[in-house]
């Protein structure tokens, strides 16, 4: 089935602890994501890549890092997590071959930094 | 810059009544727009998108939505709301001159009563 996983989908933390949370899509897409999703904000893109070893800044990247090693996993990394990171975060992916390709999301991590 | 406005934050319907979702956007040149659903503790689903041709695009679960360039609206409809189309509906722009850019509206919450 094709489709993106995440690991963990719920995760309870403490400030400053550092936290990864993996992503991984068997669909072949050259194109990941990252978001969270807060209420009345709609979703937010973190960061994207367009291929393995290809990332950049999204609209709200301050306090996240993210990697591409490998075409299928795309990990999310809080370094020092602050409550204000506390929120609903997917992940996604697409071909990336056109600005019209649909984009497939996985089920969401809901973080909590307390 | 794009954006996304879904000026209402719930829409209330009666089951076998047609039920509208507004979004409206903001974007230089000619828009990608899509449509998704998320239920309760999942992903965003797929349900529709515009690319380019006939205003009126039909998608998944009877779904359909028009694109109305004039008033940069793109709004989703449905001849029959049942009650399982209860969820939380996303309206999304990618404008066509910058790929790596997808923004979201903040969300429209759809609540079907039998």
């Given amino acids: 089935e094709a489709q993106v996983t995440q690991n963990p989908r719920y995760l309870i933390t403490v400030t400053g602890k550092k936290l990864t949370v993996t992503c991984s899509q068997n669909m072949n897409h050259e194109y990941m994501s990252w978001y969270r999703q807060d209420p009345g904000l709609g979703l937010r893109q973190i960061y994207y890549s367009m291929n393995v070893e290809v990332t950049d800044k999204g609209d709200v990247p301050e306090g996240y890092k993210v990697s591409r090693k490998e075409k299928r996993n795309f990990p999310l990394i809080l370094e020092s997590p602050s409550p204000n990171q506390t929120s609903l975060y997917f992940c996604a992916s697409r071909t990336g071959t056109g600005g019209a390709d649909t984009q497939y999301f996985g089920p969401g991590t809901r973080l909590t930094v307390l | ?114």
């Avoid at chain 2, 309206?91 to 039998?114: E, H, I, Q, S, W």
């Fill in chain 2, 1 to 114: 810059a794009q954006s996304v406005a879904q000026p209402e934050d719930q829409v209330n319907v009666a089951e076998g009544n047609p039920l509208t979702v507004k979004c409206t956007y903001s974007v230089s040149g000619n828009p990608y727009l899509f449509w998704y659903v998320q239920y309760p503790n999942r992903g965003l689903q797929f349900l529709l998108k515009y690319i380019t041709g006939d205003n009126l695009v039909k998608g998944s679960y009877g779904f359909e939505a028009e694109f109305n360039k004039s008033q940069t609206s793109f709004h989703l409809k449905k001849p029959s709301a049942l009650v399982s189309d209860s969820a939380l509906y996303f309206c999304a722009v990618r404008a066509r001159y910058n790929n790596n850019d997808m923004r979201f509206g903040a969300g429209t919450r759809l609540t079907v009563k039998p």
